[in-house]
DNA sequence: AGTGGCAGAATTGTCCGACAATCCGATTAT
DNA sequence: ATAATCGGATTGTCGGACAATTCTGCCACT
């Protein structure tokens, strides 16, 4: 039953700025890599004052659609990093308090299918990162801020692997509300560091076989170990 | 192998005001509902000049970490709506060029698993809310344009219904994304508004008798066929 | 020709002050 | 108690200003 009447919100100028702007860009007239006029021009163009335009601006700055390559003065217009988007992402729903197991069936639904993805079209590059961090994980699972930061990198090269954008950029805000929890389970349940190793071992060798049935089989197995490892981790709170 | 030396960046006071800002509110020092000081007041606290301020309180704004109630002048904390955030996540994918076959897989990653778990613990508002958006379908079927829309409710209930809102706002890019393509699809090829309305109607059953095993095949099943009707309709180009 | 250096123009980050429109809150009138 | 009113507070926008940095075109030099 939708309201006869919408509200209408008047949008403040360095809104409708804003989008102007976000049009041009999305419908590819401002085309990536492209300068942005300066912002004496822009003012002078749309007729407002300059702080209006920066208002503008720095809107779509945090949309990721504009940004600087480092040392240079004037913005152009880029591409969203995963990274960036991702992060406003799980920002969002860290806020909205998803707990252990929420994030646990979006990760048992993603991460094996990746995985499975991956062994089917991961290039020798991805595979070696994949590799590397695994490696990584050995090497420093002493460190418990370095281990997780390895299985954090693990996932990420997993999803980079799938060739599969909307999957990776699906997956990436998981990990950072893995991270926090990872830590304490980490820190908790001795056998934990044992098993991702054991785990990441074996997905690491199904992708390189391009076994994408194991890859995913072993990815499930992984994911519900971190259930298990967080169910026998709060039983010792 | 990371860099050795990582690059300064000096970030302007903008940045750096945002980010104690958003510290504040994620932190929860600054709480959900709470008015933001005056523009004038932080500008005295932070000892910078109210452009400044206004600069840094836009990203929040953009982020959905600040937003005002309807007819309000000052700026609240806000949680950032799953809407917000996700257009945001779909524009970037959008940028990026992801095909088609991209987004199914991602589809076909989520959708499943959201339908099962709907199934499993739906409210009654819920269920209501999805049979309405398929009833919407049923009737509009004639318009495009709204039966587009219908389904992309639909796809939203499911995910909503499920009561994972990690598994909701993964699954939220995704609508805005089909959307054009459905649209095409929808119009070329002849047979599928009746198999898509048939499916919604599986799947709203199996959902209603808290069947999770049908409803996760039934949409298995529903999202195939948007891939064999993407395929048809590229054939007839 | 290509390289390096330099001065001046352009651009950004920040500041100051100002003003209309609107919202908020308290006071007053009914 | 409710309604009307009035002044203060707040936001949106404007104009101008200036230091610091980057960009650019030009010139000299190898």
């Known amino acids: 039953m939708a309201d006869l009447f919408v ?14 702007i976000e049009q041009r860009i ?14 004496t021009d822009l003012a002078r163009q749309f007729g407002v004052n ?11 700055e945090t949309h990721g ?9 004037r913005l152009r217009v880029t591409r969203p990093e995963p990274r960036r988007v991702s992060s406003g992402v799980s920002r969002a729903l860290a806020l909205h308090d998803v707990t252990f197991l929420e994030l646990w069936e979006a990760m048992m ?42 299985v954090v990198d693990f996932f990420t090269a997993v999803a980079a692997a799938s060739g599969n954008q909307v999957l990776a950029l699906s997956q990436a805000p998981l990990n950072l509300l893995l991270a926090p929890t990872l830590t304490r389970m ?21 992708i390189k076989l391009r076994r994408s049935e194991q890859a995913r089989i072993w990815m499930e197995k992984h994911i519900r170990d971190f259930k298990r490892g967080h169910e026998l981790e709060s039983m010792k709170c």
């Not at 349940?189 to 690491?204: G, L």
């Open 186 to 206: 980490i820190d908790r349940v001795p056998q934990a560091r044992a098993r991702i190793q054991a785990a990441q071992d074996k997905i690491a060798h199904a």
């Open 26 to 39: 999305v419908g590819r007239s401002l085309r990536t890599g492209d300068p942005l006029p300066s912002e």
């Open 65 to 73: 659609l504009l940004g600087r390559v480092r040392g240079e003065k």
């Open 7 to 20: 509200p209408l919100d008047d949008h403040p100028a360095y809104r409708q700025i804003a989008n102007v």
């Open 109 to 150: 639904a993603i991460e094996p299918v990746a995985a499975q993805y991956a062994a089917a079209r991961r290039t020798p590059a991805q595979l070696q990162a994949l590799v590397r961090a695994g490696a990584r994980f050995k090497r420093e699972v002493a460190d418990t801020t370095a281990a997780v930061a390895a």
């Open 50 to 60: 300059r702080s209006t335009i920066r208002e503008a601006i720095r809107e779509l």
